[in-house]
Antibody
Framework: QVQLQESGPGLVKPSQTLSLTCTVSDGSINRGNYYWSWIRQPAGKGLEWIGRIYTSGNTNYNPSLKSRVTISVDTSRSQFSLKLNSVSAADTAVYYC???????????WGQGTLVTVSS | DIQMTQSPSSLSASVGDRVTITCRASQSISTYLNWYQQRPGKAPKLLIDAASKLQSGVPSRFSGSGSGTDFTLAISSLQAEDFATYYCQQSYGTPLTFGGGTKVEI
């Protein structure tokens, strides 16, 4: 079973860059045909897919965030990362990382990390 | 974007009840539909993929059906641990999108 763990600052100032890392257990990040996603959830609201990356480095982003998002992968560290720039209060949410393969988009999830955007 | 609409947004039920949640896609998505359960303060958990394929370890009281634009998640006999919020999600195309959620409460 894949285990994922998010890490990063819990507080980011408006207009700055939100940076999070997801560490994947046991070298699973090198699994063939897997991809690695970020999803977020504002308090009391639904889920929004941010984007995903394959170990090849290919990415797909949600058009609603594409201009501000970069997802990268470091297979040597079994990690993938999210950068979201020019943040505002609307970006305050719990951020999850998740694994997927084929049409099973999110089979394993991290526990989530709350990021608050505030001065 | 493919819009996913769930109904109802919330429902009240009792232990032992049969519960059904519906999910409608804004266009045909074949059976590229996944269901998740989210308990308060926890990450979502995948219950069903491909509209009807139960994940390993998920109780058989959960079932999924549908294709095209209309889908259903059913819980045959509600248990205490099933009180949670349920989300559908389409995997037909990007951006990947979720329904708004259905909160199942007592």
């Amino acid at each position: 079973q894949v285990q994922l763990q998010e890490s990063g600052p819990g507080l980011v100032k408006p207009s700055q860059t939100l940076s999070l890392t997801c560490t994947v257990s046991d070298g699973s990040i090198n699994r063939g045909n897997y991809y690695w996603s970020w999803i977020r959830q504002p308090a009391g609201k639904g889920l929004e897919w941010i984007g995903r990356i394959y170990t090849s480095g290919n990415t797909n982003y949600n058009p609603s965030l594409k201009s501000r998002v970069t997802i990268s992968v470091d297979t040597s560290r079994s990690q993938f990362s999210l950068k979201l720039n020019s943040v505002s209060a609307a970006d305050t949410a719990v951020y999850y990382c998740a694994s997927g393969h084929g049409y099973v988009n999110f089979d394993y999830w991290g526990q989530g990390t709350l990021v608050t955007v505030s001065s | 974007d493919i819009q996913m609409t769930q109904s109802p947004s919330s429902l009240s039920a009792s232990v032992g009840d049969r519960v059904t949640i519906t999910c409608r896609a804004s266009q045909s998505i074949s059976t590229y539909l996944n269901w998740y359960q989210q308990r308060p303060g926890k990450a979502p958990k995948l219950l069903i993929d491909a509209a009807s394929k139960l994940q390993s370890g998920v109780p058989s009281r959960f079932s999924g059906s549908g294709s095209g634009t209309d889908f259903t998640l059913a819980i045959s006999s509600l248990q205490a641990e099933d009180f949670a919020t349920y989300y559908c999600q389409q995997s037909y195309g990007t951006p990947l999108t979720f329904g708004g959620g259905t909160k199942v409460e007592i």
